[in-house]
Protein backbone atom coordinates (compact mmCIF):
# COMPACT_ATOMS: atom_id res chain seq x y z
CA UNK A 1 0.00 0.00 0.00
CA UNK A 2 2.50 2.46 0.96
CA UNK A 3 4.80 1.58 -2.64
CA UNK A 4 1.78 2.02 -4.40
CA UNK A 5 1.09 5.87 -2.88
CA UNK A 6 4.50 6.31 -2.69
CA UNK A 7 4.56 6.11 -7.15
CA UNK A 8 1.49 8.15 -7.43
CA UNK A 9 -1.02 5.14 -7.34
CA UNK A 10 -4.92 5.29 -6.83
CA UNK A 11 -7.28 3.66 -4.90
CA UNK A 12 -9.60 3.74 -7.77
CA UNK A 13 -7.46 2.99 -10.70
CA UNK A 14 -9.40 0.22 -12.53
CA UNK A 15 -6.64 -2.75 -12.79
CA UNK A 16 -8.82 -4.78 -15.45
CA UNK A 17 -9.52 -1.50 -17.78
CA UNK A 18 -7.49 -3.02 -21.16
CA UNK A 19 -9.42 -6.64 -20.80
CA UNK A 20 -13.01 -4.39 -19.67
CA UNK A 21 -14.26 -5.07 -22.94
CA UNK A 22 -12.76 -9.06 -23.15
CA UNK A 23 -14.19 -9.76 -19.76
CA UNK A 24 -18.01 -8.11 -20.94
CA UNK A 25 -17.75 -10.22 -24.07
CA UNK A 26 -19.54 -13.17 -22.48
CA UNK A 27 -22.11 -10.92 -21.20
CA UNK A 28 -22.61 -9.34 -24.53
CA UNK A 29 -22.56 -12.72 -25.99
CA UNK A 30 -25.18 -13.95 -24.01
CA UNK A 31 -27.50 -10.81 -24.12
CA UNK A 32 -27.54 -11.07 -27.89
CA UNK A 33 -28.45 -14.59 -28.45
CA UNK A 34 -30.70 -14.82 -25.84
CA UNK A 35 -32.85 -11.51 -25.62
CA UNK A 36 -31.46 -8.97 -28.61
CA UNK A 37 -31.72 -11.94 -31.71
CA UNK A 38 -35.17 -13.47 -30.08
CA UNK A 39 -36.99 -9.91 -29.98
CA UNK A 40 -35.83 -9.14 -33.36
CA UNK A 41 -36.94 -12.40 -34.91
CA UNK A 42 -40.72 -11.57 -33.37
CA UNK A 43 -40.52 -8.16 -34.53
CA UNK A 44 -39.68 -9.49 -37.92
CA UNK A 45 -42.72 -12.04 -37.54
CA UNK A 46 -45.16 -9.78 -36.50
CA UNK A 47 -44.85 -7.39 -39.97
CA UNK A 48 -45.51 -11.20 -42.01
CA UNK A 49 -48.64 -12.53 -43.22
CA UNK A 50 -50.27 -15.77 -41.95
CA UNK A 51 -50.22 -18.67 -44.39
CA UNK A 52 -54.20 -20.06 -44.62
CA UNK A 53 -52.70 -23.51 -42.78
CA UNK A 54 -50.56 -22.63 -40.93
CA UNK A 55 -47.13 -21.02 -41.03
CA UNK A 56 -46.26 -17.88 -42.27
CA UNK A 57 -45.64 -15.96 -45.82
CA UNK A 58 -42.68 -13.75 -46.56
CA UNK A 59 -45.04 -10.95 -47.67
CA UNK A 60 -44.93 -8.02 -44.71
CA UNK A 61 -48.33 -6.47 -43.74
CA UNK A 62 -49.55 -4.78 -40.94
CA UNK A 63 -52.11 -7.12 -40.72
CA UNK A 64 -51.31 -8.81 -37.11
CA UNK A 65 -51.21 -5.29 -35.92
CA UNK A 66 -54.52 -4.33 -37.47
CA UNK A 67 -56.30 -7.53 -36.18
CA UNK A 68 -55.24 -6.69 -32.82
CA UNK A 69 -56.96 -3.14 -32.68
CA UNK A 70 -59.79 -3.68 -35.37
CA UNK A 71 -62.58 -5.89 -36.03
CA UNK A 72 -63.42 -5.54 -40.33
CA UNK A 73 -65.99 -8.61 -39.97
CA UNK A 74 -65.95 -12.06 -41.36
CA UNK A 75 -64.34 -11.69 -44.35
CA UNK A 76 -62.27 -8.51 -43.78
CA UNK A 77 -64.62 -6.30 -46.06
CA UNK A 78 -66.61 -4.29 -42.95
CA UNK A 79 -66.06 -0.93 -41.87
CA UNK A 80 -63.36 -1.10 -39.24
CA UNK A 81 -64.81 -1.04 -35.44
CA UNK A 82 -62.62 -1.32 -32.35
CA UNK A 83 -61.25 -5.27 -31.33
CA UNK A 84 -62.99 -4.96 -27.71
CA UNK A 85 -62.17 -8.83 -27.35
CA UNK A 86 -58.09 -8.32 -27.53
CA UNK A 87 -57.83 -4.84 -25.98
CA UNK A 88 -60.52 -5.84 -22.63
CA UNK A 89 -57.83 -8.89 -22.73
CA UNK A 90 -54.97 -6.61 -22.74
CA UNK A 91 -57.10 -4.34 -19.77
CA UNK A 92 -57.65 -7.52 -17.70
CA UNK A 93 -54.32 -8.34 -17.67
CA UNK A 94 -52.92 -4.66 -16.66
CA UNK A 95 -55.77 -4.53 -13.95
CA UNK A 96 -54.88 -8.15 -12.53
CA UNK A 97 -50.97 -7.51 -12.91
CA UNK A 98 -51.42 -4.30 -11.18
CA UNK A 99 -53.61 -5.66 -8.24
CA UNK A 100 -51.17 -8.71 -7.55
CA UNK A 101 -48.49 -6.36 -6.97
CA UNK A 102 -50.64 -3.87 -4.58
CA UNK A 103 -50.89 -6.87 -2.51
CA UNK A 104 -48.01 -8.36 -2.94
CA UNK A 105 -46.99 -5.05 -1.88
CA UNK A 106 -49.26 -4.38 1.17
CA UNK A 107 -48.10 -8.05 2.81
CA UNK A 108 -44.31 -8.03 1.16
CA UNK A 109 -43.33 -4.91 2.69
CA UNK A 110 -44.20 -5.57 6.42
CA UNK A 111 -43.03 -9.18 5.90
CA UNK A 112 -39.29 -7.64 4.33
CA UNK A 113 -39.96 -4.91 7.29
CA UNK A 114 -39.97 -7.53 9.71
CA UNK A 115 -37.36 -9.82 8.61
CA UNK A 116 -34.79 -6.93 8.48
CA UNK A 117 -35.34 -6.29 11.84
CA UNK A 118 -34.74 -9.54 13.22
CA UNK A 119 -31.74 -10.61 15.17
CA UNK A 120 -28.54 -10.96 11.97
CA UNK A 121 -28.34 -14.50 13.49
CA UNK A 122 -32.05 -15.80 12.25
CA UNK A 123 -32.62 -13.14 9.14
CA UNK A 124 -31.32 -15.66 7.31
CA UNK A 125 -33.41 -18.15 7.94
CA UNK A 126 -36.35 -15.76 7.58
CA UNK A 127 -35.31 -15.36 4.15
CA UNK A 128 -34.47 -19.19 3.43
CA UNK A 129 -38.55 -19.49 4.12
CA UNK A 130 -39.38 -16.46 1.82
CA UNK A 131 -37.38 -18.72 -0.84
CA UNK A 132 -38.66 -22.26 0.07
CA UNK A 133 -41.81 -22.22 -2.74
CA UNK A 134 -39.17 -21.17 -5.48
CA UNK A 135 -37.95 -24.89 -4.81
CA UNK A 136 -40.60 -26.37 -6.64
CA UNK A 137 -41.31 -26.21 -10.50
CA UNK A 138 -44.13 -22.75 -10.82
CA UNK A 139 -46.32 -25.65 -12.63
CA UNK A 140 -46.58 -27.90 -9.36
CA UNK A 141 -46.82 -25.12 -7.46
CA UNK A 142 -49.85 -23.46 -9.67
CA UNK A 143 -51.47 -27.15 -10.20
CA UNK A 144 -51.14 -27.44 -6.07
CA UNK A 145 -52.98 -23.83 -5.85
CA UNK A 146 -55.86 -25.09 -8.05
CA UNK A 147 -56.23 -28.25 -6.31
CA UNK A 148 -56.24 -26.12 -2.95
CA UNK A 149 -58.84 -24.02 -4.10
CA UNK A 150 -61.40 -26.65 -6.01
CA UNK A 151 -64.74 -27.14 -4.89
CA UNK A 152 -63.73 -30.47 -2.67
CA UNK A 153 -60.72 -28.92 -2.10
CA UNK A 154 -58.42 -28.60 1.39
CA UNK A 155 -59.86 -24.71 2.19
CA UNK A 156 -63.51 -25.49 1.25
CA UNK A 157 -63.47 -28.50 4.02
CA UNK A 158 -62.01 -26.14 6.46
CA UNK A 159 -64.07 -23.59 5.89
CA UNK A 160 -66.99 -25.70 6.20
CA UNK A 161 -65.51 -27.76 8.92
CA UNK A 162 -65.39 -24.29 11.15
CA UNK A 163 -68.91 -23.79 10.05
CA UNK A 164 -68.18 -20.60 8.31
CA UNK A 165 -69.86 -21.59 5.17
CA UNK A 166 -72.74 -24.37 4.24
CA UNK A 167 -71.71 -25.26 1.26
CA UNK A 168 -68.59 -24.96 -1.47
CA UNK A 169 -67.05 -21.93 -2.19
CA UNK A 170 -66.12 -21.80 -6.55
CA UNK A 171 -63.50 -20.29 -6.53
CA UNK A 172 -61.74 -22.29 -9.79
CA UNK A 173 -62.19 -20.15 -13.21
CA UNK A 174 -62.35 -16.72 -11.29
CA UNK A 175 -60.48 -13.78 -11.29
CA UNK A 176 -59.65 -14.05 -7.85
CA UNK A 177 -58.22 -17.58 -8.34
CA UNK A 178 -55.87 -16.01 -10.84
CA UNK A 179 -55.11 -13.04 -8.27
CA UNK A 180 -54.12 -15.53 -5.54
CA UNK A 181 -52.07 -17.36 -8.26
CA UNK A 182 -50.06 -13.95 -9.37
CA UNK A 183 -49.98 -12.99 -5.76
CA UNK A 184 -48.31 -16.30 -4.69
CA UNK A 185 -46.10 -16.98 -7.52
CA UNK A 186 -44.21 -13.44 -7.15
CA UNK A 187 -44.16 -12.74 -3.66
CA UNK A 188 -40.82 -13.07 -2.79
CA UNK A 189 -39.81 -10.81 -5.76
CA UNK A 190 -41.22 -7.93 -3.55
CA UNK A 191 -40.33 -9.03 -0.39
CA UNK A 192 -36.60 -9.75 -1.17
CA UNK A 193 -35.53 -6.06 -2.72
CA UNK A 194 -37.13 -4.23 0.39
CA UNK A 195 -35.63 -6.45 2.80
CA UNK A 196 -32.45 -5.58 0.95
CA UNK A 197 -33.11 -1.82 1.33
CA UNK A 198 -34.83 -1.79 4.83
CA UNK A 199 -31.71 -4.00 5.76
CA UNK A 200 -29.65 -0.41 4.77
CA UNK A 201 -31.68 1.70 6.30
CA UNK A 202 -30.36 3.79 9.08
CA UNK A 203 -32.48 3.31 12.07
CA UNK A 204 -31.09 6.18 14.07
CA UNK A 205 -33.23 8.65 11.54
CA UNK A 206 -36.68 6.92 12.72
CA UNK A 207 -35.24 7.51 16.66
CA UNK A 208 -34.48 10.89 15.55
CA UNK A 209 -37.97 11.20 14.12
CA UNK A 210 -39.75 10.18 17.33
CA UNK A 211 -37.06 12.37 19.67
CA UNK A 212 -39.18 15.34 16.97
CA UNK A 213 -42.31 14.12 18.50
CA UNK A 214 -43.18 12.41 15.05
CA UNK A 215 -45.62 9.61 14.76
CA UNK A 216 -45.33 6.11 13.72
CA UNK A 217 -47.13 6.50 10.49
CA UNK A 218 -45.57 10.23 10.39
CA UNK A 219 -42.55 8.47 10.35
CA UNK A 220 -42.80 5.78 8.27
CA UNK A 221 -44.32 8.24 5.14
CA UNK A 222 -41.78 10.95 5.93
CA UNK A 223 -38.56 9.04 6.89
CA UNK A 224 -38.64 5.21 5.98
CA UNK A 225 -40.69 5.13 2.84
CA UNK A 226 -38.57 8.03 1.27
CA UNK A 227 -35.26 6.09 2.27
CA UNK A 228 -36.32 2.36 1.14
CA UNK A 229 -38.02 3.96 -2.51
CA UNK A 230 -35.48 2.33 -4.80
CA UNK A 231 -36.45 -1.25 -3.31
CA UNK A 232 -40.32 -0.55 -3.21
CA UNK A 233 -39.94 0.39 -6.96
CA UNK A 234 -37.93 -2.57 -7.74
CA UNK A 235 -40.47 -4.93 -6.36
CA UNK A 236 -43.32 -3.44 -7.66
CA UNK A 237 -41.42 -3.89 -11.19
CA UNK A 238 -40.33 -7.73 -10.63
CA UNK A 239 -43.78 -8.56 -9.44
CA UNK A 240 -45.58 -6.37 -12.25
CA UNK A 241 -43.66 -7.16 -15.32
CA UNK A 242 -43.98 -11.24 -14.85
CA UNK A 243 -47.61 -11.09 -13.98
CA UNK A 244 -48.39 -8.57 -16.82
CA UNK A 245 -47.32 -11.62 -19.04
CA UNK A 246 -47.90 -14.90 -16.95
CA UNK A 247 -50.02 -17.25 -18.54
CA UNK A 248 -49.81 -20.58 -16.32
CA UNK A 249 -52.11 -18.87 -13.43
CA UNK A 250 -54.94 -17.12 -16.12
CA UNK A 251 -54.59 -21.23 -17.94
CA UNK A 252 -54.60 -23.01 -14.80
CA UNK A 253 -57.27 -21.22 -12.25
CA UNK A 254 -58.49 -18.71 -14.57
CA UNK A 255 -60.43 -20.80 -17.79
CA UNK A 256 -61.39 -19.33 -20.94
CA UNK A 257 -63.50 -16.71 -19.56
CA UNK A 258 -60.19 -15.04 -17.63
CA UNK A 259 -57.57 -14.66 -20.87
CA UNK A 260 -54.80 -12.57 -19.86
CA UNK A 261 -52.55 -11.41 -22.40
CA UNK A 262 -49.49 -14.30 -21.97
CA UNK A 263 -52.69 -17.05 -22.27
CA UNK A 264 -53.40 -15.51 -25.61
CA UNK A 265 -49.94 -15.03 -27.21
CA UNK A 266 -49.14 -18.96 -26.14
CA UNK A 267 -52.42 -20.10 -27.70
CA UNK A 268 -51.37 -17.87 -31.09
CA UNK A 269 -47.82 -20.41 -31.00
CA UNK A 270 -49.40 -24.05 -30.05
CA UNK A 271 -49.57 -25.78 -33.14
CA UNK A 272 -49.96 -25.43 -37.13
CA UNK A 273 -52.92 -23.90 -36.81
CA UNK A 274 -51.83 -21.01 -35.08
CA UNK A 275 -51.37 -17.19 -35.96
CA UNK A 276 -47.47 -16.75 -35.67
CA UNK A 277 -47.80 -13.37 -36.63
CA UNK A 278 -50.69 -12.43 -34.41
CA UNK A 279 -48.91 -13.31 -31.81
CA UNK A 280 -45.99 -11.91 -32.20
CA UNK A 281 -47.67 -8.42 -33.11
CA UNK A 282 -49.69 -9.17 -29.85
CA UNK A 283 -45.68 -10.02 -27.73
CA UNK A 284 -44.55 -6.70 -29.20
CA UNK A 285 -47.71 -4.91 -27.90
CA UNK A 286 -46.59 -5.99 -24.48
CA UNK A 287 -43.43 -5.48 -24.72
CA UNK A 288 -43.67 -1.53 -25.50
CA UNK A 289 -45.82 -0.97 -22.74
CA UNK A 290 -43.64 -2.91 -20.81
CA UNK A 291 -40.91 -0.24 -21.80
CA UNK A 292 -43.01 2.43 -21.30
CA UNK A 293 -43.56 1.18 -17.45
CA UNK A 294 -40.01 0.97 -17.27
CA UNK A 295 -39.44 4.02 -18.45
CA UNK A 296 -41.86 5.90 -16.30
CA UNK A 297 -40.27 4.15 -13.15
CA UNK A 298 -36.73 5.02 -14.62
CA UNK A 299 -37.74 9.21 -14.86
CA UNK A 300 -39.28 8.82 -11.04
CA UNK A 301 -36.51 7.65 -9.39
CA UNK A 302 -33.79 9.98 -11.61
CA UNK A 303 -36.16 12.58 -10.26
CA UNK A 304 -36.70 11.06 -6.62
CA UNK A 305 -32.72 10.77 -6.88
CA UNK A 306 -31.89 14.89 -8.50
CA UNK A 307 -34.30 16.09 -4.96
CA UNK A 308 -32.36 14.40 -3.16
Not at 174 to 201: D, K
Not at 205 to 216: F, I, M, N
Not at 221 to 237: D, Q, Y
Amino acid sequence: MASGAASGGSANTDTYEEARSWLLLPAWVTLVALSLIPVLLMLVYSFLTKEFRGGVIWEFSLAAYDQFFFDRGLFGDDPATLEWTYITIFWRSIWQAGAATLLSLLIGFPTAYFIATRPETSRPIWVFLVTIPYWVNLLIRTVSMKFLLRDQGPLNDLLIGLGLIDSPLHMVNTNFAVQLGLFYSYLPFMVLPIYAAVERYNFALSEAAADLYASKWTTLRRVLLPSVKPGVIAGCILVFVPSLGAFLAPDLLGGAKNFMIGSLIEEQFKGNAGNWPFGAAASMILLTMVLIILMIFARQQARAEREV
